[in-house]
């Protein structure tokens, strides 16, 4: 199977990198799914969006990501996130709570964001 360098990175810290199969990311111009191979592009990643990655291991890795950039070059994919959280680190109770409560759009916001990770990681 073909397979690409590829990181995500968020301004706090290096989350991961590897090699994956396929990158999947929302950006400004809608979903893309992005192969080994590639022809190269430069995307902005939407607020409160969801990056999926699925390893060379066959492991799917899912973050909530709050804006940033996705480059795509003939030798490495590079996510470039304003800050990122992985599905598994979410705490959907605490999620749950502050999309409820609604106090602050922006928390509101990412917490939706952190939901639809979840249940992207839950899915085949």
């Known amino acids: 199977m073909a397979e690409i360098a590829a990181q ?14 396929s990158i999947t990311a929302q950006t400004t111009e809608g979903e893309i799914g992005v192969l080994p191979g ?17 390893t060379t291991d066959g492991e799917k890795l899912v973050a909530a990501v709050q804006g940033g950039f996705l480059s795509v070059s003939p030798q490495k994919i590079t996510i470039l996130a304003d800050s990122a959280t992985w599905a598994h680190d979410v705490d959907v109770a605490d999620a749950e709570a502050r999309v ?8 509101k916001a990412t917490a939706e964001s952190e939901l639809r990770a979840v249940k992207r990681l839950q899915e085949k």
């Open 38 to 54: 590639h022809e190269p592009l430069l995307g902005q990643l939407v607020e409160n969006g969801v990056v999926t990655i699925r």
């Open 100 to 107: 409820s409560r609604g106090e602050n759009e922006h928390e």
């Open 8 to 21: 995500l990175v968020s301004v706090e810290r290096a989350l991961w990198t590897g090699t994956a199969t």
